[in-house]
């Protein structure tokens, strides 16, 4: 496995001090953050027990960020979440949003293959500068990380056509629908 493919590995010591071992340094959550929107997988384990604490340091980095006031999940969404707990075996909840962000994740991607497929425009004057400003816009909304969205986008500011965000947006309502209602009818 190459270097790129395992987890960076980060060690929690009995003072509950992290410590990157690829690096030989400590690190901070917003740290572990910073290499998981550079789309870098982690595992955090405890150096005493061995056991693996990744699950409870996400859940520990999103609480922070909501905290301050970063509100990506919805109310209503942490609602569900907390009623997924309450049912048996987790209910759907777990599956549901995997297959959420997967569809996400395909759709960005295509988007990026759409963008880099050659075609008559790139012949256009200034047609890389626009490129790279719809790659910039893409990276902001995303949160510059491959599969992760950061908030919401900004319409008209000039980097993409206003009607396309709002088509795109409708498509995932679309695609969400229709997902809920393959999940309601197993």
Do not use: C
Not at 28 to 45: K, N, P, S
Not at 121 to 146: C, D, I, N, S, Y
Not at 150 to 179: N, W
């Amino acid at each position: 496995m190459a270097e790129g493919d395992k987890p960076l590995l980060i060690k929690r010591y009995a003072s509950r001090r992290l410590y990157n071992t690829e690096t030989s340094d400590y690190v901070t959550l917003e740290d572990i953050a910073g290499f998981i929107r550079a789309g870098r997988e982690v595992q955090i384990v405890d150096l005493k027990s061995g056991d693996d604490l990744t699950r409870q340091y996400l859940l520990q980095i999103i609480a922070e960020h909501e905290s301050r006031g970063e509100n990506i999940l919805p109310v209503n969404v942490l609602m569900d979440l907390v009623r997924s707990y309450m049912v048996p075996g987790g209910g759907m909840m777990p599956q549901f949003l995997q297959s959420s962000f997967e569809m996400l994740r395909d759709s960005q991607s295509k988007m990026m293959e759409n963008m880099q497929v050659i075609n008559p425009m790139t012949t256009l004057p200034g047609f890389e500068a626009m490129k790279a400003q719809q790659e910039a816009w893409l990276k902001a909304m995303t949160g510059g990380f491959p599969g992760g969205m950061s908030g919401p986008g900004r319409e008209g500011d000039g980097s993409r056509p206003a009607g396309s965000e709002s088509e795109e947006l409708d498509e995932i309502k679309k695609q969400l629908a229709d997902l809920q209602s393959k999940l309601s009818k197993m």
